[in-house]
């Protein structure tokens, strides 16, 4: 059945047009949810010019003008077994999931390989949007980071986890805990096939902006400064190795943890290699990676804000 959906989809003009109206009112609601608004605006000034920079669900004049005739071809030309990962998981054999996917997709053309993109540039850009109607200001601060197969990788998940990644991190414990600036408050990495991105997010009164700004670039400047305490250390690697066993728990994440891996890296990773890559980070690597990074003018700024006089300045990002 699945094969027949990929193969054979029908695109029926009714069907089209409908599913346009859902993309449309999904559009409508990120710009009706601020912390998802300002990761946006954020990634699209970041990523400019390239792909990474535009919307996934597009624009309200894109989905618009989409026609039937431009779905089908690019599906022809992208969605060819060249191009497919079979990935599955549960109470089955491999062999015999081989021999099925061979003989539902082996007849069909295999079309022509993903073309090869040019590495995105990124955009230490500062932006300021006004958006009249919120109560809080929003606040993304990011920096470069390394693509998702990059051999130092597992130190820049320890730096994240420290700085940002849960409830005993610095950002948390200094900003909301002690401080009681944000309720929200957290930093991610976004890694992809050629780049990545550090990400830190707040959400605060707008008078309190620029102290906020000041506040996560400190912790920034305290990663590149300081070594991590052993305790920091190894409550990171345990916080890193928890969640993903507990992010494989469903039948339905561990195919989709299959498929990245193998879209990334042609392989299957086995969650002993990544803990073991996990365990190896040492702090004099954190703080390697850190000073690479995080350095003043490879730092972003957006705002998303109820005004835009804020005194935001480059001085700002200083770290």
Not at 42 to 64: C, D, E, K, M, N
Not at 68 to 86: G, Q, T
Not at 274 to 296: C, H, K, N, Y
Request: with cysteine; glycine share 6%; hydrophobic share 40%.
């Amino acid at each position: 059945i699945l094969g027949d959906l990929v193969q054979n989809p029908r695109f029926e003009a009714d069907d089209i047009n409908r599913e346009r109206q859902v993309i449309k009112e999904e559009i409508k609601m990120v710009e009706d949810v601020p912390d998802d608004l300002v990761q946006e605006i954020f990634t699209q000034t970041y990523w400019r010019g390239h792909a990474l920079g535009r919307p996934i669900l597009g624009t309200s004049r894109t989905v618009g003008q989409l026609t039937r005739r431009e779905l089908v071809s690019y599906f022809h030309r992208h969605y060819a077994p060249s191009n497919l990962i079979v990935a599955a998981a549960g109470n089955l054999r491999h062999e015999q999931l081989s021999e099925l996917s061979r003989t539902v997709f082996g007849r069909v053309p295999a079309g022509r390989p993903a073309p090869t993109t040019r590495p995105p540039i990124a955009n230490p850009h500062l932006k300021i949007r006004r958006k009249k109607d919120l109560e809080q200001a929003h606040i993304c601060i990011g920096a470069p980071a390394f693509h998702q197969t990059h051999e130092r990788r597992f130190a820049a998940y320890v730096m994240n986890s420290v700085l940002g990644g849960g409830m005993s991190s610095r950002l948390f414990q200094n900003i909301r805990e002690k401080r009681g600036l944000a309720y929200a408050i957290i930093s991610g990495l976004s890694a992809f096939h050629d780049a990545g991105c550090l990400n830190v997010y707040a959400g605060t009164a707008t008078e309190k902006v620029r102290e906020v700004v000041r506040l996560i670039v400190a912790e920034l400047a305290r990663m590149k400064e300081m070594l991590l305490t052993p305790t920091e250390l190894q409550h990171a690697k345990d916080y890193l190795k928890g969640s993903l066993l507990l992010s494989l728990e469903s039948t339905m994440s561990r195919m989709s943890h299959l498929a990245r891996q193998e879209a990334y890296f042609g392989r299957h990773v086995s969650i002993e290699e990544i803990a073991a890559g996990v365990d190896a980070v040492t702090p004099e690597q954190v703080r390697g990676v850190a000073r690479e990074l995080l350095s003043a003018e490879r730092l972003a700024l957006t705002i998303l804000a109820p005004r835009d006089n804020l005194k935001i300045s480059r001085a700002d990002l200083a770290c």
